[in-house]
Structures are given as C-alpha cells and as structure tokens.
C-alpha cells in the first residue's frame, strides 16, 4: 500500500525560508538547504519549495538553491513560485527538481500545464491550487498569491487541470492557512474525491491529530507542514510514530544511514 | 566508471547526484563509445517508452546496450529503464530492448493513477543486492505501468498498488527496479550502494 507522505513546505523570498499567517506577516525561519537536508535526514517523504515573491532578479538564487539541494537530500521535491513558461519549468527540472508546481500562470494560461505534461510529463506538473470559502459549500481558486478571486470553483478548476495533464494537486486552503487549527477536511475530501491524482493537503496543521484527520477524513495522500516543523514543535519522527500508531500507513527509514 | 546512460529522457542529474554523494565516479554520455569503456551502467528515464526507445535508437544505443549486458557488464535500469530491458511495453504498443523475457503492462485497478509516492517492496530473493536493505523497505515510485516478466526466477521483488507487481528484477548483471532509489531515501542509496558495490566486483 502507498504510504501517506509528510511534506513539509519552505516558503522563500530572496533565497531564505520565511513562514507567512494567512499570507502575510512573515517571520525568518531560516537557510532552505540546510533545513531541507535536515528534513530529508529526518524522514520527511518529500519537500516543497514556494517562492513566493518570485521575481525574474530572483530568478538565479531560487535556481541555486535548487542545485545546492538536489545535492543533500535524498527525497523528491517540488518547485513553484512566478512560472509562467515551459522554459520556466525546464529549468528549475534542470536545475534538479522532481517536479514543478504552477498556480496563476497556469490559472490564466491552462495551456501551460498541458504543454509541460507533453514535455516533461504529468509526474512533473503539479497543481498549486489556493482555495477560499465564499458561501457554504463553495471555494473559489484564488490567484496572485491568495489576493484576488477569480470566481472559478476549485472543484472545477481541480478536475479541468488533472485533464489538462495536472500529475498532483497541493491544495491550500487560504481559511486555514497558519491559523493551526486543522487541515480544511471539508475541501479536502471534495477535491481528493473529484480527481483521479494524488492530493496534498495545506494549510492549519497545528497538532497531531490534524494529520490523523486529514489523512482518515480529508482523503489527503499527503499532508503539509511549514512553521509546525521549522520552529521545531513538532519533530517529522514523533508525527510519523503518532501515525504509525494509529493505524495509517507511513514510511518507515533507516535513521542510522546518513547519506 | 558508471556511465549514466543520456537518451534525452528524464532526470538524470538526480541520479548523477546520488552517485556523487556515494563519492563513486560517474560520468553522463550518449556516446557509445564511452559506454562501451564503462565498468557499468545505469539506464535511468522517466517518461513514454515510444519517446525513450525511439531516443536510444536515433542514438544508436539500443544495440551498444544489449551487447554490453551480453558480455556481462554489470547493468541498472531504473523506472522507464527497467521496463525498456522487456520485450514489449503496452505503453505505445512498442518493442523494446527484449534483455528480459516478458511485457508491460498499464495499472488497471486502482482509481489513482500514475502511481505516485512510497510503497514497500517485498523482498524475494536474497542476493548481494539487498544486504543491509530490510524486507518490506519503502520506495519512492512515480509509474502508470509495470513489468509483467515471463520468467519469475527473475523476480526479485514485488510490490502491490492495487495488483502485485515486479518492483525489482535481478538476472545475471543485470537489474532493474521500478521506483527511483536515487529519490528513496536511505533504503534506496543502500541499494545503489551494493549495485556499485557488486558492479566493481565484476569488473
């Protein structure tokens, strides 16, 4: 059986790992290589990196540290943030990343994410999708960071970019976003049910049973942490006894190999 | 030297990279000169088997290949690699390099599909391969298809995702393995350790 994957996230800006509250307010948290291989050592499944300022100046530190992390960790990880073209794309792939991740430039131009499917396949394509409630029962896809509604309903957007050629959604849910009240499991199960690829869960992690949740409720295939494991609360190795105990199935490694 | 065999498909840095950190020299080439002087070989690849086969043969390596692995050079393929070594894949309906003797074949049962993230392998044969990587280890997998071998003496380890698959073959020098074990952690970079491991005791 597949194990559910623990992810945790590094927002950047300028090539430092920052940890936004509803996506704002940001604090430091740090060098993104060095956590990264932290995390890959610690036994986290996979990493994703956003950039959340992404700019074209900034565009070489972001390809730096995706060279300089392709070369510590032993895991996948993703890369998003400002990708607008296939040429974006390949070279972050390039550069060393398992897969990139689009948002507003695939939200307005769909075409990119089945041009990148062609080209690099949809293993590679993630879909960053960031949701907010606007009525009960009802999220739309917003853009632009989280800044502006589009009016589209993620659930529809969700399905018409896993046809597109859309190989994973990371799903945000802008409500829970840093609140760490919990994963949005309502959203969650709607869009993990609608699309036939794995989904990722983001936004309002905060304690153990968060994740239980998630995974046992929301139909998450992986779930999403950042400022939980950058400021230390919680360890990768204590989340994934908790869940192992409780009956999900998790990736077990060897902690005494250092690679 | 490992030679990373280059057909214009996939992520090869990433297994470059795991070489490197293994401190074990390797080298990236489409020549088949150089991969004739190589002490073995490692044939990564993600994506379509149409696009990779059709690559090797533009490059002239399909039969560099198959002429190396008859003279015993120790061979790894990986993902796309592994099920090119087959006779045909399903995917595109092409032949392929028929080291192997079997298919591949598309996942048909589950819902979610390419395959993507960890599964175990059960390991089935106890070689050199596997020493110091635990029966039942997680692997990082990313695939639609899978090998179906005819002969299950090469079967070296299954894993299931809604049906029970070949995850690992092992005959003679060569092998191949389904997931990605320069993405798998430490179970995997075990496992590429004892490939380079075995692989310069033949050489």
């Known amino acids: ?222 779930a999403l942490a950042a400022s939980l494991f950058h400021f230390g609360e919680l360890t990768i190795k204590q989340l994934k006894d908790y869940l192992r105990n409780r009956n999900i199935p998790i990736r077990s490694w060897y902690e005494e190999y250092k690679y | 030297m490992i030679v990373i065999i280059d057909y214009g498909v996939g992520n090869l840095a990433s297994v470059k990279n795991a070489l490197d950190k293994l401190r074990v020299e390797s080298k990236i080439s489409s020549n088949p000169l150089v991969l004739k002087k190589a002490d073995s070989l490692i044939l990564p690849g993600v994506g379509a088997a149409g696009q990779g086969m059709k690559n090797l043969k533009e490059k002239g390596l399909d039969k560099v290949i198959v002429e190396e692995i008859e003279k015993g050079k120790p061979f790894l393929g990986i993902c796309l690699g592994m099920q090119l070594l087959f006779e045909k894949s399903e995917e595109g309906d092409v032949d392929c390099l028929k080291v192997l003797k079997g298919t591949v074949k598309r996942f048909k049962k589950m819902k979610k599909i390419p395959q993507i993230g960890w599964n175990q392998v059960d390991i089935k044969k106890g070689t050199n391969l596997f020493e110091d990587v635990d029966d039942k280890s997680y692997f990082y997998f990313v695939n639609s298809f899978y090998c179906l071998p005819k002969d299950k003496q090469v079967v070296a380890g299954v894993t299931n995702y809604g049906e029970t698959f070949a995850s690992i073959v092992a005959k003679d020098g060569v092998m191949g393995v389904q997931f990605h074990p320069e993405k798998s952690g430490p179970a995997g970079f075990k496992l590429l350790e004892n490939f380079v491991k075995g692989a ?3 050489s």
Do not use: H
């Open chain 1, 1 to 222: 059986m597949l194990a559910k994957r623990i992810v945790p996230c590094l927002d950047m800006t300028q090539g430092k790992v920052v940890k936004g509250i509803q996506f704002v307010n940001f604090r430091d948290a740090g060098d993104p290589v060095k956590l990264a291989k932290k995390y890959s050592d610690e036994g986290a499944d996979e990493l994703v990196f956003l950039d959340i300022t992404a700019t074209v100046e900034n565009r070489d530190i972001l390809l730096d540290v995706v060279r300089r992390t392709a070369e510590v960790v032993t895991i996948p990880f993703s890369v998003g943030g400002g990708i607008r073209t296939v040429e974006d794309m390949r070279m972050i792939l390039r550069a060393g990343a398992d897969k990139v991740s689009v948002n507003t430039g695939a939200f307005k131009n769909p075409k990119l994410i089945s041009d990148c499917a062609k080209e690099f396949g949809s293993q590679c394509v993630v879909l960053s999708l960031d949701a907010r409630k606007v009525e009960p029962n009802r999220w739309n896809v917003f853009i632009n960071g989280g800044r502006t509604d589009t009016g589209v309903s993620a659930i529809d957007w969700a399905k018409k970019a896993v046809k597109l050629g859309a190989g994973e959604i990371l799903l945000t849910s802008i409500d829970t976003d840093g609140t760490k009240q919990g994963f949005n499991v309502e959203l969650t199960k709607k869009v993990s049910e609608a699309v036939s690829v794995p989904v990722i869960a983001s936004g309002g992690a905060g304690k153990l049973d968060d994740f239980v949740e998630i995974f046992k409720k929301g139909k998450a295939d992986a």
């Open chain 2, 200 to 202: 310069s005791n033949v």
